[in-house]
């Protein structure tokens, strides 16, 4: 293929992506399958920072080492932060000429290309990270959670249907006087009239939303769907009121982040547990967060730390014990899980590491 032919090849798969993103942008609810096929054979671009290129160079190559900063926009409400990823580097620089974005000295902002799919895995490892933000202009965006962003690592199509949860809580009590808002989704295979629920006062309820949903039972076996984001305002709403126990709310909040997957958002209000004085419990909710989402060296070094200062806490030996087997650091495995079965000698979870650790390290190298 000629350098001509490439290039036309390209603009097609970059016009093709940009007017897939619209049509997302259009409708959040419809079907994302031709999205997402495009997004694993598109090249794909991050706002970063570095050093001015050299003159009359437009391509460096990133050491398998380094770290880089990537230009993330923080949730206001729940913590977590967005990358923006884009389907062009044209759309690059419109990004910073819009927002007036200034480099710090001795730095200049530079687009970043990633091949088919790269990105997705890349990203994954951004603290706190929540999703992409696919942008094409101001008005024109559509969000990736984690889960989806995940699914595209792996090569694979994440589903159409919005994405369910069960109540991750035994109970819900809404004060007296409280205004509902009731409404109809579009239907899914399972569900042909979803009814969909939300609390006005609570927060803004947007379109994209309604891609993450938790069922929330009524009366007579009857059940209502609410965005997960929304229900999260709901519990913010609540301990704001006074209505329930702040710390059990707080505690809920954190439970439901880790329940629907949202693992940036999780990650935020642990550090701001650990801020205020919640640190056992925030190192907890941080060491799940790690695990679920493979920043497996983090949730070791965290666990290493937490045994120490905390070491009656079992989870944090379980934990640990788990990312230093997934690493492939048997021998650190098997002396943090000698001191574990020391403080808990009857503790099942850990006889289970400890038969696993066992059968790893007889195989052979």
Same mark, same amino acid.
């Given at each position: 293929?000629?350098?001509?032919?490439?290039?036309?090849?390209? =603009?097609?798969?970059?016009?093709?992506?940009? !007017?897939?993103?619209?049509?997302?942008?259009?409708?959040?609810?419809?079907? @994302?399958?031709?999205?997402?096929?495009?997004?694993?054979?598109?090249?794909?671009?991050?706002?970063?920072? /570095?050093?001015?290129?050299?003159?009359?160079? #437009?391509? @460096?190559?990133?050491?398998?080492?380094?770290?880089?900063?990537?230009?993330?926009?923080?949730?206001?409400?729940?913590?977590?932060?967005?990358?923006?990823?884009?389907?062009?580097?044209?759309?690059?620089?419109?990004?910073?000429?819009?927002?007036?974005?200034?480099?710090?000295?001795?730095?200049?902002?530079?687009? *970043?290309? !990633?091949?088919?799919?790269?990105?997705?895995?890349?990203?994954?490892?951004?603290?706190?990270?929540?999703?992409?933000?696919?942008?094409?202009?101001?008005?024109?965006?559509?969000?990736?959670?984690?889960?989806?962003?995940?699914?595209?690592?792996?090569?694979?199509?994440?589903?159409?249907?919005?994405?369910?949860?069960?109540?991750?809580?035994?109970?819900?009590?809404?004060?007296?006087?409280?205004?509902?808002?009731?409404?109809?989704?579009?239907?899914?295979? %399972?569900?042909?009239?979803?009814?969909?629920?939300? *609390?006005?006062?609570?927060?803004?309820?947007?379109?994209?939303?309604?891609?993450?949903?938790?069922?929330?039972?009524?009366?007579?076996?009857?059940?209502?769907?609410?965005?997960?984001? !929304?229900?999260?305002?709901?519990?913010?709403?609540?301990?704001?009121?006074?209505?329930?126990?702040?710390?059990?709310?707080?505690?809920?909040?954190?439970? #439901?982040?880790?329940?629907?997957? *949202?693992?940036?958002?999780?990650?935020?209000?642990?550090?701001?547990?650990?801020?205020?004085?919640?640190?056992?419990?925030?190192?907890?909710?941080?060491?799940?967060?790690?695990?679920?989402?493979?920043?497996?060296?983090?949730?070791?070094?965290?666990? %290493?730390?937490?045994?120490?200062?905390?070491?009656?806490?079992?989870?944090?030996?379980?934990? %640990?014990?788990?990312?230093?087997?997934?690493?492939?650091?048997? @021998?650190?495995? #098997?002396?943090?899980?000698?001191?574990? @079965?020391?403080?808990?000698? =009857? /503790?099942?979870?850990?006889?289970?590491?400890?038969?696993?650790?066992?059968?790893?390290?007889?195989?052979?190298?």
């Amino acid at each position: 293929m000629t350098r001509a032919a490439k290039g036309a090849k390209l =603009d097609a798969m970059v016009e093709s992506l940009e !007017h897939l993103l619209r049509r997302a942008a259009r409708d959040p609810m419809a079907p @994302r399958a031709a999205l997402y096929r495009e997004l694993l054979r598109s090249e794909t671009y991050l706002l970063t920072l /570095d050093e001015p290129l050299a003159e009359g160079e #437009s391509r @460096r190559v990133t050491r398998a080492d380094a770290s880089f900063p990537v230009w993330a926009d923080k949730d206001p409400e729940l913590g977590g932060v967005w990358v923006p990823v884009f389907p062009a580097r044209d759309r690059v620089r419109e990004f910073v000429v819009e927002r007036g974005l200034a480099a710090p000295p001795g730095k200049e902002f530079l687009w *970043m290309g !990633h091949g088919p799919g790269q990105v997705f895995s890349l990203l994954r490892g951004v603290p706190r990270f929540a999703g992409v933000r696919l942008r094409l202009d101001r008005e024109t965006a559509a969000q990736l959670s984690w889960p989806e962003v995940r699914a595209l690592a792996r090569g694979r199509l994440p589903p159409d249907s919005p994405e369910l949860h069960d109540l991750p809580l035994e109970r819900l009590v809404i004060p007296a006087g409280a205004r509902l808002s009731f409404g109809r989704l579009k239907s899914w295979e %399972g569900e042909p009239r979803p009814l969909l629920l939300t *609390m006005p006062d609570a927060g803004r309820f947007r379109p994209e939303d309604a891609r993450r949903l938790v069922r929330l039972p009524l009366r007579d076996g009857r059940h209502a769907w609410t965005p997960c984001r !929304h229900f999260l305002q709901v519990l913010r709403l609540l301990k704001k009121l006074g209505v329930e126990g702040g710390e059990r709310l707080v505690q809920s909040l954190l439970a #439901s982040q880790l329940a629907f997957e *949202m693992y940036g958002e999780a990650e935020a209000l642990c550090d701001w547990l650990v801020h205020r004085g919640h640190e056992a419990y925030a190192w907890l909710g941080l060491a799940a967060v790690y695990g679920r989402t493979g920043r497996l060296e983090d949730c070791a070094q965290l666990c %290493g730390r937490a045994v120490v200062k905390y070491p009656g806490e079992r989870a944090f030996h379980v934990h %640990g014990v788990r990312a230093l087997m997934a690493l492939g650091r048997l @021998r650190d495995a #098997s002396q943090r899980l000698e001191a574990a @079965r020391r403080l808990f000698p =009857d /503790d099942a979870a850990l006889a289970d590491l400890s038969r696993e650790l066992s059968v790893q390290i007889a195989r052979p190298a």
